[in-house]
């Protein structure tokens, strides 16, 4: 099991500063699953081990509290409940005890995002994923509303001192989901309505170059504008990519770090990095030419 976060990401994976937007972006053969999975375990760790070991969330003396106090929305458009349930598991996070002791809501924006009306309800514990999972059921600007904030309400209600931190997991497939009927512009409007109840929030939208530079649909149009416009207000970006050269079989791609349009300077300076995903999830972070 890996239990350890890579040394060299510590200092970005700490909670964020109150308000801010982290966006994390990533091309096809770089996807940012990894960094998600350990932004979790960043901000559940603490409270899932001391939780695990006197049964209850009481701090123990001597310790800060600081994580115990993190409560997390997870909203991913792209992979299931068992997904991301695995991927932590193996950091040693288990998703669904946090669930019931109120520290983690899950919402599936896939398995109901294309069945007809009234096919899946829209409710906690739907969709297969256990206590504190909810699901989507349409494309559309209501129900996105209605979940996001139902989501931060109960958690409100169950851990009223807590600091909830919001993930929206790939939510630019709602662009091309959708239609017409949401637009960049009013993603990003629901955006700013939620992040507004919670501490903070990290997204991960898709930055490939047909999305971002060639922009010769209205899609693709969309789709650059909404990353932009997040890349603007983000206090930090972190941007995945494969290496220039290609494949090599010790490196899986490039960690880019740098400042977002809206950066107070609390967090770290630019840099680049490479990574390593392992079979067993494992993922290892080192400079250029170690």
């Keep these: 099991m890996t239990s350890r976060l890579p040394p060299l990401l510590e200092l970005y994976l700490r909670l964020p500063p109150e308000t801010s937007l982290i966006l994390l972006t990533n091309v096809l053969g770089a996807s940012t ?6 932004y979790l375990c960043s901000f559940l760790a603490s409270s899932s081990t001391s939780s695990q070991r006197d049964g209850s969330a009481t701090k123990e003396a001597g310790e800060t509290g600081e994580d115990d106090e993190v409560s997390v929305i997870l909203v991913s458009f792209l992979r299931d409940h068992a997904f991301w349930k695995e991927g932590a598991g193996r950091l040693g996070i288990d998703l669904d005890g946090l669930s019931r002791r109120g520290r983690f809501v899950f919402v599936d924006g896939l398995s109901g995002l294309f069945t007809p009306p009234g096919g899946l309800k829209s409710k906690p514990s739907a969709g297969g994923g256990g206590a504190g999972t909810r699901v989507l059921s349409g494309a559309t600007v209501q129900e996105l ?5 139902e989501a931060v309400t109960g958690l409100r209600v169950t851990r009223p001192d807590s600091k909830i931190m919001l993930v929206l997991d790939g939510p630019d497939l709602l662009l091309a989901a959708s239609g017409k009927t949401i ?18 929030s990290i997204v991960t939208l898709s930055a490939d170059e047909p999305l971002i530079s060639a922009q010769t649909t209205m899609l693709e149009k969309e789709h ?7 890349a603007h207000e983000a206090e ?3 941007s995945l990519r494969m290496l220039d050269t290609g494949t090599a079989r010790d490196v899986s791609g490039v960690l880019r770090v740098t400042h977002g349009g809206n950066a107070t300077g609390t967090l770290v300076e630019e840099r680049e990095l490479l990574y390593f995903v392992g079979g067993d ?3 290892r972070v080192f ?4």
């Design 281 to 283: 999830g494992g993922v």
């Design 236 to 238: 930090m970006v972190i």
């Design 145 to 149: 509303r209605k979940e996001l904030n």
């Design 33 to 38: 699953n990894w960094l998600v999975q350990r």
């Design 287 to 290: 400079e250029r030419g170690q």
């Design 183 to 200: 637009s960049g512009l009013v993603l990003q409007e629901i955006l700013l309505d939620i992040r507004e109840k919670v501490h903070s």
């Design 224 to 230: 650059a504008a909404f990353t932009l416009s997040l």
